[in-house]
């Protein structure tokens, strides 16, 4: 078992599939976890899901204010940050330059680079007080394979998040502060939360598999549960000696 107990990690892009990975993953180890999203709405049928004893340590905190009031609200909350993993962006389109929707593409930039910084540098005072501060970005084998499946712009977006892990390692390790990044791909994905019918919650998509299932070299697809288990083991005290890192989450698509 990781040592996670006792501190406080926010998630954003917390309520997809995947997402929710990190977040059992996380409770289940003692932390702490404030989901950071901008449709509150679908955080309060996960937290009446969660174990009793997990419901006061999960809380949904809207980020529509922004991302520094949306930080202060979690320490507020918990009386800390010490993980931050933005996990927030859209899902790949298998597009190449030809096809590529360039305002599809902006905004992707926009959001998983230029929002991805903009959050870091709000964390940053929290971070360094923590004994434990960690940054866990996420990528995609893409970034370095290419994969049509993911696309160019997903590809490109991927890549530059990859250059941030290197370059926020060396800046931020006097600091105590590690930053590595989870390049997962050929996870089963369902996204969101499906439609409630009337007067019903909210429920979970039947999970899929990923178009990439064929070139897994290991014949399976990846789970969300996968996708946790790495995320708490780079939150964990266990990985202090570890920054700079890319993890492949991807069935063997990725070595090296």
């Known amino acids: 078992m990781f040592t996670l107990s006792g501190r406080t990690a926010a998630v954003i892009g ?8 990190i977040v ?3 409770l289940d180890g003692g932390m702490n976890v404030a989901m950071l999203t901008h449709m509150p709405e679908r955080v309060a049928p996960i937290i009446a899901s969660l174990p009793e004893e997990q419901r006061s340590r999960c809380a949904g905190i809207s980020n529509e204010g ?3 009031p949306s930080l202060s609200r979690v320490v507020e909350t918990f009386g800390s940050l010490d993980v ?18 360039f305002e599809d593409f902006s905004r992707r930039l926009n959001m998983m680079v230029a929002g991805t910084a903009n959050i870091i540098r709000y964390a940053l005072p929290y971070l360094e007080k923590s004994s434990a501060g960690r940054i866990i970005l996420i990528s995609s084998a893409g970034a370095r394979l290419g994969l049509a499946e993911e696309g160019f712009a997903d590809c490109v977006v991927k ?10 390692a060396r800046e931020l390790a006097p600091k105590g502060i590690t930053v590595n990044c989870i390049a997962k791909s050929g996870l089963k994905d369902t996204p969101f939360l499906k439609k409630p019918e009337p007067g019903k919650p909210p429920v979970l998509g039947e999970p899929t598999d990923s178009p990439l299932l064929g070139k897994i070299p290991l014949g399976f697809s990846g789970t969300p549960d996968s996708f946790g ?3 708490a083991w780079l939150a964990s005290e266990e990985a202090a000696f570890v920054t700079g890192e890319i993890v492949n989450l991807s069935g063997g698509l990725l070595l090296g």
Do not use: F, K, W
């Open 159 to 168: 890549g530059a998040v990859q250059s941030m892990t290197s370059y926020l």
């Open 229 to 231: 288990a790495a995320a």
């Open 66 to 68: 922004g991302d520094g």
């Open 84 to 101: 931050l993993i933005p996990n927030h962006g859209p899902g790949p389109r298998a597009e190449g330059l030809a096809e590529l929707d």
């Open 14 to 21: 917390a309520t997809g599939y995947q997402g929710l990975g």
């Open 24 to 26: 059992r993953a996380l």
